[in-house]
């Protein structure tokens, strides 16, 4: 059987289709396909010296508040640039039909802007500053790189941080909550373009398969996980998600 066989996805329509809830797990190969680096391969040009270890740290802003500042500001540029893709658009397309969750490891807010609604973002959002004093939040969509100083929290005038999640730090607890929530709810559970090798969302992956819920794997490369799901489809995201969308859409929608 080649990676072209269209039976896979035809297996994948049908889990789908009987399903009331989907659960769709995305990770940073869906946004590669957008040209959107990975967090390892962004390390290009100004930003080559440093290793990712060294700028999404506590310890690192402490050190050097600037340098994560433009680091960020780097990044943001690069998701402007790059964009939703026809992946992200296709999970936005089977969520008006049905009932989907998304929880992504992804912080580039890419599902929202592709029109998902329901989403866990279990790693923070770039789009948006935090105080790590007092908490507070404000969005931030400059993604042009060099031009932005760092923000002071309008509260308490702490130098603001992006709301992600940082080595060693904890997944923000309402975002792990809602994702378990609705893996307890799923009927179905797609896992896109993870990996599944980084903890604690690698977690909702093995408790999906544990529950013996129908698990269907997107990734043109095989994972930890391949051998224990259901059905594997062995595309990328862009092609495989509409795809899989249009033969939903052939099918009445269950509930
Ligand atoms: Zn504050």
Not at 82 to 95: D, E
Not at 98 to 122: K, Y
Request: glycine fraction near 8%.
């Amino acid at each position: 059987m080649s990676d072209d066989d269209p039976q896979p996805i035809r297996r994948a329509a049908v889990l789908v289709a009987a399903a009331r809830e989907i659960l769709v797990l995305t990770g940073a190969g869906i946004s590669a396909e957008s040209g959107i680096p990975t967090f390892r391969e962004a390390q290009t040009g100004l930003w080559a010296a440093y290793a990712p270890e060294d700028l999404a740290t506590p310890e690192a802003f402490v050190r050097h508040p600037e340098r994560v500042w433009g680091w960020y500001q780097w990044r943001r540029a690069l998701i402007a640039r790059g964009g939703v893709n026809a992946g992200h658009r296709g999970i936005a397309q089977l969520g008006a039909s049905r009932r989907v969750f998304v929880a992504t490891q992804n912080v580039d807010g890419l599902h929202a802007a592709a029109g998902s609604r329901a989403i866990a973002e279990l790693h923070g959002n770039i789009w948006r500053d935090r105080c790590g004093s007092c908490g507070a939040t404000v969005d931030n969509k400059v993604a042009e790189p060099d031009t932005q100083d760092p923000a002071y929290c309008h509260r308490c005038g702490t130098m603001m941080r992006p709301d992600v999640v940082w080595f060693g730090e904890m997944l923000p607890t309402e975002a792990l909550r809602a994702a378990e929530s609705a893996l307890a709810r799923a009927d179905a559970v797609l896992v896109v373009g993870t990996s599944n090798r980084v903890y604690p969302a690698a977690a909702l992956v093995d408790a999906a398969i544990e529950s013996a819920r129908p698990v269907i794997e997107i990734n043109p490369r095989p994972t930890g996980v391949s051998h224990a799901v259901d059905v594997r489809v062995a595309d990328s995201a862009s092609r495989a998600l509409p795809a899989l969308a249009a033969l939903l859409d052939e099918a009445p929608a269950n509930g």
